[in-house]
């Protein structure tokens, strides 16, 4: 449990919000999650739908191709 191995106790409602909207709990407060799609939003759709191990990683090595951009360069791919 994640009690036990991180200390992390978790209330009623974040274990609702876990069970019905989804989440990686064992990652919370270890990790920051940083980042906006601002084009390819379709590939999410493709990696959620990929299979999982009992781990929940893919089974097969997933590659990703990232560009990271500017602030201009992201108001330019969002007009």
């Known amino acids: 449990m994640i009690w036990k191995k991180y200390g992390q106790?978790?209330?009623q409602?974040?274990?609702e919000a876990y069970k019905?909207?989804?989440?990686?709990p064992h990652l919370d407060w270890h990790y920051t999650v940083f980042?906006?799609?601002v084009k390819g939003i379709?590939?999410?759709d493709k990696l959620t739908a990929l299979?999982?191990?009992k781990a929940g990683n893919p089974a097969a090595p997933v590659w990703i191709k990232v560009k990271v951009?500017?602030?201009k360069q992201v108001n330019a791919a969002l007009k």
């Open 9 to 11: 106790h978790f209330t």
């Open 13 to 15: 409602a974040q274990r």
């Open 20 to 24: 019905t909207i989804g989440g990686t």
């Open 35 to 37: 980042g906006e799609i």
């Open 42 to 44: 379709d590939l999410i």
């Open 51 to 53: 299979k999982v191990d």
């Open 69 to 71: 951009l500017t602030a």
